[in-house]
């Protein structure tokens, strides 16, 4: 028996009570004891709805930023210089410096050959007349043709035209046979209204006086008269029905002919949006394909700058500028890799590398906070470049060693909006919802009973979301709760 049953059979014991008692103090007592037992059973239920309802924790959506964290790990080298890099992949014949020697911008650091410039040269070329050619075609939008639908339009245009036209003349003609027929009618009363003296139909006299002869045929001229009167109504009215059945079957046939334009426009219509929407589609894929041909295209671009550089030189990789050799990774007889060494330019500072993904780089490049650790050691680094998804960071102080640091790059989207924690919102087939705490009046009192309120997550974080829908900021959200929850339960929130 459930606590609601239990309740509802006390309160028609209590109604007995009071029917059946004839002796007001017994019923007094009577009532009394109820009132013991109802106390007693309320404490039951509230007792065991407090041991079976959740425990939530609730929260407030805040206006906030989403953050996002990431973690990279990097070459620690001394100094603010630059990495010393070169085109990779040509043959190493001589090195001409080690890892300390200070050098002078312009000297010589090593001799590449000659052979496989010229060769990475040519085939650079190649590659970047074939990739411009593909990137041009891939950026060259295709557009869909619109001159079916335009040419299904102006039919329409035409067909809703000529209706009108038809309708407008029709209006006309029947108008003007109205008129006739008003006309003739008018006509028709006149000649009514002016009947002269009958003769006398069934009077015979052998010679007719003048005035008798004058009588019969002024009756007669106006017998003719209204017989023509009435002649010319007739025909008035068969020129309107006339007109009438005219104007309803042409524009009974105008309208069907609009009718079948506008069908063969919308068909023209849905085929042309169709195209269009297929080739915005295919346009999408095709200029994605172009971005990264032209990072390419760029990438080559330097590749052969710089080797046009080492050409002019001889092959001779000569230092950027002054400064102390502080890492050399070229080997003679061996192919050059991207990173020849490090150029340290005796600044209280050190050079951060470390590989980053596109979208790594994209949310550095956004603006962000980057802090770098090595060991017990902690600091900031400022970015100073991304190149061929290599990402470079100057790092302040001199307490730093050379080796390997991690980085932690913290970046936020700069859009504001409510902000929740990610525990709060939850999901279904239906979409994204979150549990807001309403209290309502029971009969075991005042409960607080669970509303599902569905958002829409706009940006996620670490541990945190940004939503959008029906909350003002004021609302009371369950973020956290000691069992399964649904829509409807009462739950109690932790203090």
Request: aromatic residues 4%.
């Amino acid at each position: 028996m459930t606590n609601l049953e239990i309740i509802h059979k006390l309160k028609r014991r209590l109604h007995a009570i009071s029917e059946n008692s004839t002796n007001p103090s017994r019923a007094g007592i009577d009532f009394l004891r109820f009132l013991g037992v109802m106390l007693i059973l309320t404490l039951l239920v509230r007792g065991t709805a407090a041991a079976t309802t959740p425990v939530v924790t609730v929260t407030n959506p805040y206006q906030g930023t989403v953050s996002q964290n990431f973690i990279l790990s990097g070459e620690l080298s001394p100094g603010a210089g630059t990495p010393l890099t070169l085109p990779e992949g040509l043959l190493i014949e001589q090195v001409l410096v080690q890892p300390g020697d200070s050098v002078t911008q312009g000297q010589t650091l090593a001799v590449l050959s000659v052979d496989d410039i010229d060769t990475a040269i040519d085939q650079l070329q190649a590659s970047l007349e074939q990739h411009q050619v593909q990137a041009d075609q891939l950026t060259n939008a295709d557009v869909a043709d619109s001159f079916a639908w335009q040419q299904a339009q102006q039919q329409l245009d035409r067909a809703y035209s000529n209706y009108q036209q038809i309708v407008t003349e029709n209006a006309q003609a029947i108008a003007s046979a109205q008129e006739a027929l008003d006309s003739a009618r008018k006509a028709l009363s006149e000649v009514e209204g002016r009947e002269p003296q009958r003769p006398f139909e069934d009077s015979y006299w052998e010679m007719a006086t003048p005035e008798q002869t004058e009588t019969e045929q002024k009756y007669s001229d106006w017998r003719n008269e209204l017989s023509n009167a009435q002649a010319a109504v007739q025909q008035a009215q068969n020129d309107l029905e006339s007109a009438q059945q005219t104007a309803e079957s042409e524009q009974e046939n105008a309208l069907a002919a609009a009718q079948s334009a506008e069908d063969s426009r919308n068909s023209a219509q849905h085929s042309y949006e169709k195209e269009a929407a297929d080739l915005a589609e295919s346009n999408r894929s095709d200029l994605a394909s172009a971005e990264v041909l032209l990072t390419q295209i760029r990438q080559e671009k330097q590749k052969l700058a710089d080797l046009t550089v080492l050409k002019d030189a001889s092959g001779n990789f000569s230092a950027p500028a002054d400064g102390i050799i502080t890492e050399i990774s070229l080997v003679p007889g061996e192919t050059s890799s991207a990173v020849a060494g490090l150029l340290a330019a005796g600044e209280q500072s050190y050079t951060l590398i470390t590989p980053v993904t596109s979208t790594q780089s994209t949310l550095i490049q956004s603006g962000c906070t980057i802090s770098v650790k090595q060991g017990q050691t902690t600091g900031s680094a400022a970015l100073e470049s991304i190149e061929s998804d290599m990402a470079q960071f100057t790092v302040s102080g001199s307490q730093w060693k050379v080796g390997t640091a991690t980085i932690t790059v913290t970046a936020t989207s700069g859009e504001s909006g409510l902000c929740l924690p990610a525990t709060a919102v939850n999901s279904d087939n239906t979409g994204d919802f979150v549990y807001l705490v309403e209290t309502k009046n029971t009969v075991l009192g005042a409960q607080n009973v669970l509303i599902r309120l569905p958002v829409t997550i706009d940006e996620r974080g670490d541990g945190v979301v940004r939503v959008s829908g029906a909350l003002d900021g004021k609302e009371q959200i369950v973020s956290a709760s000691s069992k399964p929850l649904s829509a409807g339960a009462q739950v109690r929130i932790d203090a």
